[in-house]
């Protein structure tokens, strides 16, 4: 089936670095991805969505400048963590749609990443 | 807001039992969606129902949606330890860039 591979699953970085965050569909082309925060027991927040070679749609409430979300391919998009801060420890999940005969339901479903978890001391 | 609430929040069931899990929504929809969270990964598709069916199985799973009061079921039915998860129902319409919005979820354990 369709494989989105999310890296890093871990990374803890000092309050005030950058943190890049990989999503990579792995045998389809995924149109649009979508970059999900989620805190401890709670559910999934969508974050932005982005479209390949466009800019991504931030919700209301995320700053685009501290969330940097690049989809520069069919199989990947990147989500960086500016100037990170310790409220910004949370897990990040990213999820891709595409197009070809895995996502042939024509429906909305959804390939998720595994996560990554981001600890700013 | 179109997104969904699980009810209950959390649920504790011996093994073999079924687990029976509720969904609310608040607006029109195209389908409905089961997801599964292990802890600390990502979430796993289960199951895709659309709004013009009333009940749809998949192994043990079994699922129904009633429009008409907006809400959806997920049966796990002889429930195992490796059941132990979160799930979320989420909602969602066709096209290409609508997100889904998940609910908050039910913590599911299930003992040995």
């Known amino acids: 089936g369709a494989v989105v591979s999310q890296h890093p699953s871990w990374v803890i970085c000092k309050s005030g670095t950058s943190v890049k965050i990989e999503c990579r569909s792995l045998d389809f082309q995924a149109t649009t991805m979508f970059w999900y925060r989620q805190f401890p027991k709670q559910s999934l927040m969508l974050m932005a969505t982005?479209?390949?070679?466009?800019?991504?749609?931030?919700e209301q409430g995320v700053e685009k400048d501290k969330f940097l979300i690049n989809h520069a391919s069919l199989t990947l998009s990147t989500l960086t963590v500016t100037s990170a801060h310790p409220e910004d420890s949370s897990f990040y999940i990213c999820s891709a749609r595409g197009v070809g005969p895995l996502h042939g339901t024509g429906a909305n479903v959804l390939t998720f990443g595994a996560g990554s978890r981001l600890t700013v001391l | 807001s179109q997104q969904g609430e699980e009810d209950p929040q959390a649920l504790s069931i011996q093994e073999g039992e079924n687990a029976t899990m509720n969904c609310s929504y608040k607006?029109?929809?195209?389908?409905l969606q089961w997801y599964r969270q292990n802890s600390g990964r990502g979430l796993v598709h289960l199951i895709l129902i659309r709004s013009n069916e009333r009940e749809k199985h998949s192994g043990r799973l079994r699922v129904t949606l009633d429009t008409s009061k907006k809400s959806s079921s997920l049966l796990i039915t002889a429930s195992r330890a490796a059941d132990t998860a979160s799930y979320f129902c989420a909602t969602g319409l066709n096209s290409g860039n609508t997100p889904l919005v998940f609910g908050k979820g039910t913590r599911l354990s299930v003992i040995a």
């Open positions: 607006t029109s929809i195209n389908n």
């Open positions: 982005s479209n390949e070679g466009s800019k991504a749609t931030y």
